[in-house]
């Protein structure tokens, strides 16, 4: 880390963020469990989906606009499947619901050794890879897809943006194996909306053909940002298209009227969320080479992957475990000088002390 960053007391954070939930007429649940997330993402060094992520995302399109509905009760569905569920969040908040959602489907996966939550009418439950990395450090493998609250990504050889940037979010209880969780965790735009906002705040720019100005002219200039670009081209336009299609079949809205005016008062403009839970113990075929268990067959195939020359290669989520292990260090939350600046602002709105700025080396 190059940049100065600044610690905050994991406690003195979650309190502000969710008191600012509550100011919002959200209940001390659902703004605790909002805070709770908020804090996974910054100790694991998320930083675009972190607390002011997700309170600018409810300034934008929750719960002053309707799209997000404060102390909404979660309606559980009749389903003839036992081991899949599917709920109608009302518009609840999004952490409050996934948290939620992902312990009923490890419940689910204990006894049928697969556990299945979709979600409809929901709103975005920001940063996958919280959830998918809690679940699997108690030793499950999970996965997590959603449609986002807004369409900002154009289609493969496209201008128009009616995609989300519909992140994909694994999991998998290598721990033991490996000494963290791998957890696979992306948009599937080429870079989140969220690192275009950091890139913003603190004066940087984008990777080439990652976004596009209102012209549809590629543009590296995040104050020109119209619309993101997917990864890969066809291949992440695939993946988000993914998203799309299961959202669909869980009852999910017009990507390109979502976030925005509904072309009709009978549209959804919701997102929606399919959460998966898999025990290992559910995928053993038994038949380990050289007498291996699971967890050593899983450390081999691992270390057979990263075989020579390839020493250098970074395992997924070994950049997040490695960051809370900072996190873990400092003894708090880091965070750049703008970003305190922009807490402070909340702060002060709230009556709450402004936090100091504590340097970490």
């Given at each position: 880390?190059?940049?100065?960053?600044?610690?905050?007391?994991?406690?003195?954070?979650?309190?502000l963020?969710?008191?600012?939930?509550?100011?919002?007429?959200y209940?001390?649940?659902?703004?605790?469990?909002?805070?709770?997330?908020?804090?996974?993402?910054?100790?694991?060094?998320?930083?675009?989906?972190?607390?002011?992520?997700?309170?600018?995302?409810?300034?934008?399109?929750?719960?002053?606009?309707?799209?997000?509905?404060?102390?909404?009760e979660?309606?559980?569905?009749?389903?003839?499947?036992?081991?899949?569920?599917?709920?109608?969040?009302?518009?609840?908040?999004?952490?409050?619901?996934?948290?939620?959602?992902?312990?009923?489907?490890?419940?689910?996966?204990?006894?049928?050794?697969?556990?299945?939550?979709?979600?409809?009418n929901?709103?975005?439950?920001?940063w996958?890879?919280?959830?998918?990395?809690?679940?699997?450090?108690?030793?499950?493998?999970?996965y997590?897809?959603?449609?986002?609250?807004?369409?900002?990504?154009?289609?493969?050889m496209?201008?128009t943006?009616?995609?989300?940037?519909?992140?994909?979010?694994?999991?998998?209880?290598?721990?033991?194996?490996?000494?963290?969780?791998?957890?696979i965790?992306?948009?599937?735009?080429?870079?989140?909306?969220?690192?275009?906002?950091?890139?913003?705040?603190?004066?940087g720019?984008?990777?080439?053909?990652?976004?596009?100005?209102?012209?549809?002219?590629?543009?590296?200039?995040?104050?020109?940002?119209?619309?993101?670009?997917?990864?890969?081209?066809?291949?992440?336009?695939?993946?988000?298209?993914?998203?799309?299609?299961?959202?669909?079949?869980?009852?999910?809205?017009?990507p390109?009227?979502?976030?925005?005016?509904?072309?009709?008062?009978?549209?959804?403009?919701t997102?929606s969320?399919?959460?998966?839970i898999?025990h290992?113990?559910?995928?053993?075929?038994?038949?380990?080479?050289?007498?291996?268990?699971?967890?050593?067959?899983?450390?081999?195939?691992?270390?057979?992957?990263?075989t020579?020359?390839?020493?250098?290669?970074?395992?997924?989520g070994?950049?997040?475990?490695?960051?809370a292990?900072r996190?873990?260090?400092?003894?708090?939350?880091?965070?750049?000088?703008?970003?305190?600046?922009e807490?402070?602002?909340?702060?002060?709105?709230?009556?709450?002390?402004a936090?100091?700025k504590?340097?970490?080396?």
């Open positions: 880390m190059s940049e100065t960053f600044y610690k905050i007391n994991v406690t003195e954070h979650n309190e963020v969710s008191a600012a939930y509550q100011a919002k007429g209940d001390k649940q659902e703004a605790d469990e909002a805070a709770e997330m908020a804090a996974a993402a910054t100790w694991h060094g998320n930083r675009t989906h972190n607390a002011l992520k997700a309170l600018h995302l409810d300034d934008l399109f929750g719960s002053a606009k309707g799209g997000c509905v404060p102390k909404a979660i309606e559980v569905l009749e389903s003839r499947f036992k081991a899949t569920e599917v709920w109608n969040s009302n518009k609840k908040l999004g952490q409050s619901v996934a948290k939620r959602a992902f312990e009923r489907a490890m419940e689910l996966a204990e006894i049928y050794g697969v556990g299945i939550v979709s979600v409809d929901a709103f975005h439950y920001l996958g890879g919280g959830y998918v990395i809690e679940a699997a450090k108690r030793g499950y493998i999970a997590t897809n959603c449609t986002s609250t807004l369409a900002e990504v154009v289609p493969f496209g201008k943006p009616t995609l989300g940037t519909n992140p994909h979010s694994w999991g998998f209880p290598t721990t033991e194996a490996l000494g963290y969780p791998i957890a965790d992306w948009a599937t735009s080429t870079c989140a909306m969220g690192r275009v906002q950091q890139l913003k705040r603190e004066g720019t984008l990777p080439p053909l990652a976004a596009v100005d209102s012209d549809g002219n590629p543009t590296t200039d995040p104050n020109k940002v119209h619309a993101l670009l997917p990864f890969g081209a066809h291949k992440g336009y695939g993946m988000s298209l993914i998203n799309e299609l299961t959202a669909a079949y869980i009852g999910g809205s017009l390109l009227h979502r976030g925005r005016t509904s072309p009709s008062a009978d549209e959804k403009s997102t969320f399919f959460f998966q898999i290992p113990d559910a995928l053993s075929g038994g038949d380990f080479a050289c007498g291996r268990d699971q967890t050593e067959n899983i450390k081999a195939v691992v270390d057979n992957i990263l020579e020359g390839n020493e250098r290669s970074l395992l997924p070994q950049l997040e475990a490695e960051a292990k996190s873990e260090a400092a003894g708090g939350l880091l965070f750049s000088s703008a970003e305190i600046d807490l402070n602002e909340i702060a002060e709105s709230l009556g709450f002390p936090f100091k504590e340097p970490v080396s």
